[in-house]
């Protein structure tokens, strides 16, 4: 019995893989329907904006007291738990990018600040957010 020669497998390290991932994803933003998005944009991001366009999901627009908004995309039938888990991706990303404070505690966030919508608390984190707006 010949033995089959096995054919060599090229290795990449590590940081090759992830330069060709971000060189690929970099193209794929420069399509019209994703051009809105970040250079380094994430899988998670390019998902959300794929959801958006077919109709599967939502922009949700975060007003903070200092009168910043957030767009946080969240799925049609979000939870307020599901706003939060959005929001808070949302700000870690936006804080790994600019540079800022890389960790939050968001048990104190939740304890000392609260969701409202039209002036009314947010407080049940399974309640879907299509029944709190309405």
Not at 2 to 11: D, I, S, T
Not at 14 to 34: G, I, K, N, S, W
Not at 45 to 71: F, H, N
């Amino acid at each position: 019995m010949a033995a089959a020669a096995a054919e060599p497998e090229e290795e990449l390290a590590h940081a090759e893989v992830l330069e060709l991932f971000q060189a690929a994803l970099a193209r794929l933003v420069q399509d019209p329907l994703l051009c809105d998005l970040p250079p380094q944009v994430t899988a998670e991001e390019i998902g959300s904006q794929v959801a958006l366009e077919y109709g599967q999901a939502m922009t949700v627009r975060v007003c903070k007291a200092d009168g910043e908004t957030m767009p946080v995309v969240v799925v049609q039938n979000a939870s307020v738990l599901d706003l939060k888990k959005a929001l808070r991706r949302h700000v870690q990303l936006r804080q790994a990018r600019q540079g800022g404070v890389q960790h939050l505690s968001w048990k104190y966030i939740w304890r000392t600040y609260h969701l409202t919508y039209g002036g009314e608390k947010l407080a049940d984190d399974r309640k879907k957010l299509r029944d709190s707006c309405t």
